[in-house]
């Protein structure tokens, strides 16, 4: 049984992958819980949690003779654009130099690696400490691809939506947080006047493509994981039924977001199934 570790386990997306796993793997979770839940422990099948952050975790414990480590998946990230306006120096040393001892560790050991990028990257990666973080993550895998023989893929996210994903708090995303609130019966804002576009995509989507690079051994690509078709904040309110209220725009953020998930397509196999219409549509029957 192969042994596979998952940097940010507790939280929203590594959740789900560890549901999708357990029982034909062991596997290692390592978070600090600063957005991961302990509820999110996944009891059933055999994970360990490592209650550690990456910054502070001995990566030489990879090596065949610890933890004999097969693969790791590294989702742990800081996230949000807006907070790492505030503490740009945060989201540095997480996801940059927490990334750059994760990649050397796997180099080292020739153990594979599955990134998770962020469709910001389209939009510049000046545009805001968050994109610019992430984009250093990417460029210190290619760099270690090219001249220390690392195996990795980039995996770069489009909106994720779906089980356990925040639904409070400043690292929320849109449909999270606006379920929190109609449940709750707290106004939704649009920020700005509801014409940016964004591809939302299911989180069952991108497990299934996470899983797909690690089965086939798809590595030395970028793959985009995403819809492929976008809509507005305001389009998404109308699907909700609710009459949002309209705050100043934020900095820093795409107007657009459209991924085009062919590479996906032709060396996976992968496209998306789950539509964002039909996700509301079930959540708006089921209240």
């Known amino acids: 049984m192969q042994n596979i570790l998952i940097t940010g386990g507790a939280g929203f997306i590594g959740t789900n992958l560890i549901k999708s796993l357990q029982g034909n793997y062991t596997l290692y979770s390592i978070d600090d819980y600063s957005t991961g839940k302990k509820e999110n422990e996944q ?23 610890a933890l004999n480590v097969d693969l790791v998946f590294h989702l742990a990230a800081k996230s949000r654009i807006q907070p790492s306006f505030k503490k740009p120096e945060e989201y540095i040393d997480t996801n940059f130099n927490g990334t750059f001892n994760i990649v050397h560790h796997c180099a ?17 990666r000046f545009k805001n400490p968050y994109t610019f973080s992430k984009d250093l993550g990417e460029d210190i895998i290619k760099l270690y691809q ?10 770069r996210f489009y909106n994720v939506y779906g089980p356990h994903q925040l639904t409070e708090g400043g690292y929320t995303t849109l449909i999270g947080r606006w379920i929190n609130n109609i449940n709750n ?8 006047d509801g014409s940016k576009r964004r591809d939302f995509t299911h989180v069952d989507d ?9 089965e086939q051994n798809a590595y030395g690509y970028t793959f985009e ?21 309209y705050k100043k725009d934020k900095q820093g ?12 397509k ?22």
């Open 43 to 65: 009891t059933q099948g055999y994970c360990i949690y490592i209650p550690k952050d990456i910054n502070d975790f001995d990566w030489n414990l990879l090596d065949k003779e």
């Open 108 to 124: 080292k050991y020739d153990i594979p690696l599955i990134y998770a990028g962020s469709s910001s990257h389209h939009s510049g």
């Open 146 to 155: 090219k001249h220390y023989s690392l195996k990795a893929s980039i995996a």
């Open 185 to 192: 019966g707290i106004q939704c804002d649009i920020y700005g």
């Open 206 to 214: 991108i497990i299934r493509g996470l899983t797909m690079i690690m």
């Open 225 to 245: 994981f995403g819809r492929g078709k976008n809509h507005s904040v305001l389009d998404v309110a109308k699907m909700f039924n609710i009459k949002p209220n």
């Open 253 to 264: 953020e795409a107007q657009e977001t459209l991924a085009d998930y062919k590479l996906a």
């Open 266 to 287: 032709d060396i996976l196999g992968w496209k998306p199934t789950i539509n964002l219409k039909d996700y509301v549509k079930k959540y708006r029957n089921n209240r």
